[in-house]
Structure formats: C-alpha cells, structure tokens
C-alpha cells in the first residue's frame, strides 16, 4: 500500500523556496481574511489556537496586541509571500533577497494546494499563474 506524503512536509518544503525578507513588522494592516490551505489551518488551530477565518473578518485574529505575527513561524503561504511576489511588494520598504513574479508566486501557492491535496484550487492557482505569463 502507497504511504500518501506527509502535507504539512511537502508545504514546509514549499516554504523553504521562498524568499527571505527582512521585515520590519510595519504591515500588519495588511493582515485580514487569507485564504490557506487545511494542513496550514490546523496547524496554526493546534500549535497556537487560533482559528483563522478565511473570510467575514477585518483584522487576523493571529495578531498580537502589539500588532505582530503570534504565529509567524507556521504562518500560510500566501502570508510569506507578501513583501517578496512583485505585485505583493512591502509599502514600508522592506526588501526580499529575491523578488518573485506574480506567476512565481501563483506557483507556490499551487504547489502548497496540491501538497495539500487539494487539486482543484492548485489547477486554479496555475490558471492564475499562466494568465499572468501571457
């Protein structure tokens, strides 16, 4: 019998693939409904508790009340892609080693939906990443 690939592994190795930023903190304005995947939610209900919304909220519930990150070390894809995907770039001038495309950034968040098993949204995130190619 086939051992079916551990998501949380597969996305943390989708993590690893982007870029470092020097962040400053300043963006946490920035911070409101986010879509992620299942693995990413229930690791951030389990480890931290807090459940995230993906949707009906203003602010990130994950927020401290100093405005950082209470889970920024198992935060989502797309909330490590902010600063450092071209059209995501920091209004407060934090710089990423690397700037990734747009299409780069679609990828990886298709790349951590199909780690996580979930095809449809990775068919659309690659969707996304070939229309903004043409």
Do not use: K
Not at 38 to 61: F, K, L, N, W
Request: with cysteine; net charge neutral.
């Amino acid at each position: 019998m086939r051992r079916r690939p551990d998501p949380a592994a597969a996305i943390a190795a989708v993590h690893d693939q982007v870029p470092a930023i020097a962040c400053r903190g300043l963006c946490h304005d920035s911070c409101g409904p986010i879509r992620m995947t299942r693995s990413e939610h229930d690791t951030i209900r389990v480890r931290h508790g807090i459940d995230i919304p993906t949707t009906g909220i203003a602010t990130c519930p994950a927020l401290t009340i100093l405005n950082r990150c209470a889970v920024h070390e198992d935060r989502p894809t797309v909330c490590r892609l902010w600063g450092v995907v071209d059209p995501m770039r920091c209004p407060h001038g934090c710089e990423p080693d690397r700037v990734l495309t747009a299409g780069e950034g679609y990828e990886l968040l298709a790349q951590a939906a199909h780690a996580d098993g979930d095809r449809a949204e990775a068919r659309q995130f690659r969707n996304a990443a070939r229309a903004v190619a043409q």
